[in-house]
């Protein structure tokens, strides 16, 4: 062997080199499975020409029959090995054979792609030797087992030891009359998971609660000794249902949500200022700076439009909830808005732009949504800000001992 792998390194054209290197690799692997496996049939049946005749086990020719070396199929002859028994014999599955013949590497290689972005159709593409006889439907039925074992754990995995320090909660409309909701955690060492979503008609509080009900029923419990921070976009369901479930409850309204809505009712050349002083807002530290930048933003609005100074002075005390805490700024662009949800939506918006149309009355929303969340979790980081917790967990615990005392 040393003497061929020398001959292909001394090749000059590298791609030949590599071929020849691939190919080598694969005999050798042959080789290695056809003596494994023989050796197998010898423990079973005894050496070739001298079978054991205690054993009741004997060779019965062979059969063709495919492995995969490197995650591709390949054919091969199978040895064949029967057993007497009272009514006379049977095939053994020849175990080194098996193991051989395990599908796991392939069928992981093949839900990836689909999962990346793959249709059915296009798998086929991928390495044709691998996918003889597999029809798309045959991977569809593949794809749907894959993800319906990512719907289970994405929606029943156990959440009693998740430390939670902020809940978010968002939806996305997936088509009309479509909705999923969805929760993420952020624990207390700044690490973001997916908790669950609900799929409805609109973001409704029936939706929300049963959504929170089922994180309850998982485990999922406002932390002991400081109150819980959720940070939300508004929606009055939304903050119902939290404040049902986790009484106490912090609320942040998101900021970017807040200024997209009043943006809605200005004219265009009043946008750069409006985004200049939420800018602002957004990187006040502390109380006093978030009280100077919110009542900037009112005295702005107050001779622009009668709908934007309403619809800012509608969300109130919530829009300062983190400033108040006088926690560290470094927190602020993890947690002034759902970004961090949101984030994890354009993800998932790649992944189920290739769905042509929902199927309402199927479980195909709950795969796409659990997919796709799957994947975009993958991509998680910690948060921006994260060596500064520690501090806004000690004020949540002021404001915790504040809201007993009084």
């Known amino acids: ?10 090749q000059e054209d590298s791609q030949q080199a590599a071929a020849a290197f691939r190919k080598e690799l694969r005999e050798r692997l042959r080789a290695s499975l056809y003596e494994i496996v023989e050796e197998e049939v010898r423990l079973l049946c005894g050496a070739r020409y001298h079978p054991a005749s205690v054993s009741g086990h004997y060779r019965s020719g062979s059969a063709l029959s495919s492995v995969y070396f490197q995650g591709e199929r390949e054919s091969l002859k199978r040895p064949r090995v029967r057993r007497e028994t009272e009514d006379g014999s049977e095939e053994m599955a020849l175990k080194s054979w098996q193991l051989a013949r395990d599908p796991t590497e392939w069928e992981e290689a093949m839900v990836r792609a689909v999962l990346c972005g793959v249709s059915c159709r296009g798998v086929s593409q991928l390495r044709a030797s691998e996918l003889r006889g597999e029809s ?8 749907q087992n894959k993800a319906a074992g990512l719907v289970e754990e994405l929606q029943n995995s156990d959440l009693s030891e998740l430390d939670l320090l902020v809940l978010m909660i968002d939806a996305v409309v997936l088509c009309k009359d479509l909705v999923a909701t969805v929760a ?13 979503f609900r799929v409805g008609y609109s973001e409704n ?48 309204r998101c900021l970017v949500h807040k200024e997209r809505n009043i943006r809605a009712y200005l ?43 309403e619809s800012f002075e509608e969300a109130g005390e919530e829009l300062l909830t983190l400033l108040r805490l006088e926690a560290p700024n470094t927190l602020n662009i993890s947690l002034l808005s759902t970004n961090c949800i949101e984030n994890a939506f354009k993800n998932l918006r790649r992944h189920i732009g290739r769905v042509a149309r929902w199927r309402h009355e199927t479980r195909q929303a709950d795969l796409w949504l659990a997919s796709g969340l799957m994947l975009a ?13 520690p501090k806004l967990i000690a004020a949540l615990e002021r404001s915790w001992e504040q809201r007993m005392a009084a």
Do not use: Y
């Open 267 to 309: 004219s265009a050349r009043h946008w750069h200022e409006l985004a200049r002083l939420f800018k602002k807002l957004r990187q006040a530290q502390g109380s006093a700076q978030a009280e100077e930048a919110a009542t900037a933003i009112a005295s702005f609005l107050k001779n622009k439009n009668a709908q934007a100074r």
């Open 1 to 10: 062997m040393k003497d061929t792998i020398k001959a292909i390194l001394e």
């Open 377 to 389: 979790q993958r991509t998680f980081r910690k948060i921006r800000g994260v060596h500064d917790i």
């Open 205 to 252: 509080a029936e939706v929300c609660s049963d959504l929170l009900g089922s994180l309850q029923g998982r485990g999922l419990k406002a932390p002991h000794g400081r109150r819980l921070l959720a940070v939300l976009d508004g929606s009055r369901a939304l903050n119902k249902a939290v404040q049902q479930h986790f009484p106490g409850t912090l609320v942040q």
């Open 184 to 196: 993420l955690g952020i624990d207390t060492e700044g690490k973001k998971h997916i908790l669950g």
């Open 136 to 143: 798309k439907s045959s991977l569809s039925r593949l794809w």
